[in-house]
């Protein structure tokens, strides 16, 4: 089927009403001021790529098919991710309790310390979209997120989509 013939018109109401484009900045954002605070922390080394270590590895420990899979990418992309955030000390390869044949990747003392700076860095930097928007409205951007997420989960896995999750009311603030 050929493309239809676009009018500037309608590239610019796309623009508009795209929402690719804010989310992908959005996140650029959030990960650029997850960094810098990191740094200042003396977390230096660590790249935008090595979210997909961090963020995806149980506090226990995962196998690096299980990282690769939650990140949705190769084990071999993954295993140069862990190795890079390894030789950061951030990381470690460790037997598996129950297969010998397979070793476990686990945060190690300093990535522990990561992931406790990690969780006060993500509540500061949301601290700072709530003065830019209201806690309210970031408060409704989060669940509405959760609920989008939630239903392209379920359609990935060929399921009907949920219902929104229900939400307490919030008491109004005078």
């Known amino acids: 089927m050929p493309a239809r013939k676009i009018r500037e018109q309608d590239l610019e109401r796309f623009r508009r009403t795209n929402i690719g484009q804010p989310l992908t900045e959005i996140a650029k954002d959030f990960q650029r001021r997850a960094l810098v605070r990191f740094t200042e922390r003396g977390h230096t080394g660590l790249?935008?790529?090595?979210?997909?270590?961090?963020?995806?590895?149980?506090?226990?420990?995962?196998?690096?098919?299980?990282?690769?899979?939650?990140?949705?990418?190769?084990?071999?992309?993954?295993?140069?991710?862990?190795?890079?955030?390894?030789?950061?000390?951030?990381?470690?390869?460790?037997?598996?309790?129950?297969?010998?044949?397979?070793?476990?990747?686990?945060?190690?003392?300093?990535?522990?310390?990561?992931?406790?700076?990690?969780?006060?860095?993500g509540e500061l930097i949301q601290m700072d979209y709530a003065q830019l928007i209201g806690s309210r409205r970031l408060k409704i951007l989060h669940d509405t997120l959760e609920d989008l997420n939630r239903g392209l989960r379920h359609a990935k896995a060929g399921n009907p989509p949920p219902a929104p999750a229900r939400r307490r009311p919030r008491s109004r603030q005078p």
């Open 47 to 121: 790249q935008p790529a090595h979210t997909a270590v961090i963020a995806n590895l149980s506090l226990d420990g995962s196998r690096l098919t299980d990282l690769a899979r939650r990140a949705g990418m190769t084990k071999q992309g993954m295993g140069q991710l862990v190795d890079e955030v390894e030789r950061l000390g951030y990381v470690e390869r460790v037997p598996h309790p129950t297969d010998s044949r397979a070793k476990l990747v686990r945060f190690s003392e300093r990535g522990r310390q990561l992931m406790a700076h990690g969780v006060e860095i």
